[in-house]
């Protein structure tokens, strides 16, 4: 298993064997991602049994869903479209410079690296290394120190298919994780929150290595006049409650327009009653991962008791051998200055807050940090173009929730607070990518009457 106490050495074994093979084939890129998709699937019960393990209960379907499935669909789709990807694009040449041509050779980077999260820890670790090992990188990868079993056979399986000089694993504590961010590599991509995500792009720019950052934030869901209340719950619902809230893309929080709130949340608690039928002790709803975050979701909580609002707890809190499910819960008009409406909830916390019109909709989106994604609940196409014109977010979904991150076509990044850079499919493998600039000079060409002594005739009858 790769030593946690010397990820210099992994580091400096990579760049080595980058430097041996520093444009390998397609053939060998595709080899590299049949083996990351052989490893997921061969070993998809125990990577399941670990993640359950770490959060004290993960329903496997989500597992099974958001972890396994979304590899596997990545994969599938970079090697269909890898070819291609790799062919240098040609570009346009002015044609003061014709016969000469000019074209965009897609260069790999080197080594990199990759720190993941732990509320999807084989996921968030492991997609972004299809996209690098796709664009002919070599990958090191620290996962979460708060899912130690499931980074531990990340590790261990990592060491079975691959070489170390390919893709490793360096398992490891915080301590390890700064060491690992303080590499001189090629790009490093960060999943996490705001706060570490900039502690890692201070120690990247030491080394003036270029980062991806993925960073959440507070994303809305916003439920227009026109809306299916019913469908609108539905869908809210799922992207919410999936693994416990714990997921970066999650509703946040609700605009509804103020006639229909109360139909919405009587919506909401019919949803939750057919998706959990045993309510939290359900094997369909996960648990909170982490003693820390359950402590602060629920000081967050009870901050929005003591100040007075409405909360609608829809199922109870259930300890488990190890771990804790706290239940899905709706919290009605919440202040702005909470913590629940200052902070990222990551949790199955739901504040919902009524609205006048679109106007005041919009302002309360705009005037706050940019999301990593935008939820509408509307058909009316002109509602549709005020949003994509007048708000900025990772991306936009219209009538539904997190499903955009299953689009392997679709870049995946946030924007302002909520992250720099995307990847996801073609985006990652640029990202990943050096898009070097390549000009070829023809033998017999004119630019040589642009030598000094300058010809100012020609210069005015060329425009210059």
């Given at each position: 298993m790769a030593d946690a106490r010397h990820p210099e050495a992994r580091f400096a074994a990579q760049r080595l064997a980058f430097r041996s093979e520093p444009y390998p084939t397609l053939a060998t890129r595709r080899d590299r991602l049949n083996r990351l998709a052989e490893m997921t699937h061969r070993h998809r019960e125990e990577i399941a049994q670990a993640i359950c393990q770490d959060f004290g209960h993960r329903a496997e379907a989500e597992t099974r869903l958001a972890e396994i499935a979304t590899l596997h669909q990545a994969v599938a789709h970079a090697r269909r479209h890898l070819k291609r990807w790799m062919k240098p694009r040609r570009v346009d040449v002015p044609w003061r410079l014709v016969p000469a041509r000019a074209r965009v050779f897609p260069q790999p980077l080197g080594v990199v690296g990759i720190i993941a999260p732990g509320n999807y820890p084989w996921?968030?670790?492991?997609?972004?290394?299809?996209?690098?090992?796709?664009?002919?990188?070599?990958?090191?990868?620290?996962?979460?120190?708060?899912?130690?079993?499931?980074?531990?056979?990340?590790?261990?399986?990592?060491e079975r298919y691959f070489g170390a000089d390919e893709l490793c694993v360096i398992d490891g504590d915080i301590a390890t994780a700064r060491a690992f961010s303080a590499l001189p590599f090629d790009h490093l991509l960060?999943?996490?929150?705001?706060?570490?995500?900039?502690?890692?792009?201070?120690?990247?720019?030491?080394?003036?290595?270029?980062?991806?950052?993925?960073?959440?934030?507070?994303?809305?869901?916003?439920?227009?006049?026109?809306?299916?209340?019913?469908?609108?719950?539905?869908?809210?619902?799922?992207?919410?409650?999936?693994?416990?809230?714990?997921?970066?893309?999650?509703?946040?929080?609700?605009?509804?327009?103020?006639?229909?709130?109360?139909?919405?949340?009587?919506?909401?608690?019919?949803?939750?009653?057919?998706?959990?039928?045993?309510?939290?002790?359900?094997?369909?709803y996960s648990a909170i991962l982490g003693d820390s975050q359950r402590e602060r979701l629920a000081a967050m909580l009870e901050e929005a008791r003591d100040h007075g609002c409405r909360v609608i707890p829809l199922g109870e809190t259930q300890k488990l051998r190890e771990g804790t499910k706290l239940p899905p819960t709706l919290v009605l008009e919440p202040t702005?200055?909470?913590?629940?409406?200052?902070?990222?909830?990551?949790?199955?916390?739901?504040?919902?807050?009524?609205?006048?019109?679109?106007?005041?909709?919009?302002?309360?989106?705009?005037?706050?940090?940019?999301?990593?994604?935008l939820y509408a609940f509307t058909d009316d196409a002109g509602v549709r173009q005020r949003l994509l014109t007048e708000?900025?977010?990772?991306?936009?979904?219209?009538?539904?929730?997190?499903?955009?991150?299953?689009?392997?076509?679709?870049?995946?990044?946030?924007?302002?607070?909520?992250?720099?850079?995307?990847?996801?499919?073609?985006?990652?493998?640029?990202?990943?990518?050096?898009?070097?600039?390549?000009?070829a000079q023809a033998r017999r060409n004119p630019v040589g009457l642009l030598n000094p002594p300058y010809r100012h005739w020609l210069l005015r009858m060329l425009g210059l």
């Open positions: 996921n968030l670790a492991l997609l972004p290394a299809v996209d690098a090992l796709a664009a002919g990188n070599r990958v090191m990868i620290k996962p979460s120190e708060h899912t130690p079993t499931t980074s531990r056979l990340m590790a261990a399986l990592a960060f999943t996490g929150s705001a706060a570490t995500g900039r502690k890692v792009a201070r120690s990247a720019a030491a080394n003036l290595t270029p980062v991806t950052l993925e960073l959440g934030g507070k994303t809305p869901a916003l439920v227009c006049a026109d809306a299916d209340l019913d469908k609108a719950a539905e869908r809210i619902a799922f992207g919410k409650w999936l693994n416990a809230g714990q997921t970066c893309i999650a509703p946040d929080y609700v605009l509804v327009d103020q006639p229909h709130l109360g139909a919405l949340v009587t919506a909401l608690e019919r949803t939750v009653e057919r998706f959990y039928r045993e309510g939290t002790a359900s094997d369909d702005a200055g909470l913590r629940l409406m200052r902070e990222e909830i990551f949790g199955p916390w739901l504040p919902i807050i009524g609205v006048d019109d679109l106007d005041t909709a919009l302002t309360f989106i705009t005037e706050r940090p940019r999301p990593l994604a708000t900025h977010s990772g991306g936009v979904v219209f009538n539904d929730t997190l499903w955009h991150n299953a689009v392997p076509a679709l870049p995946f990044g946030g924007v302002g607070e909520s992250g720099m850079g995307a990847y996801h499919g073609e985006a990652g493998f640029r990202r990943f990518s050096h898009e070097r600039s390549v000009f």
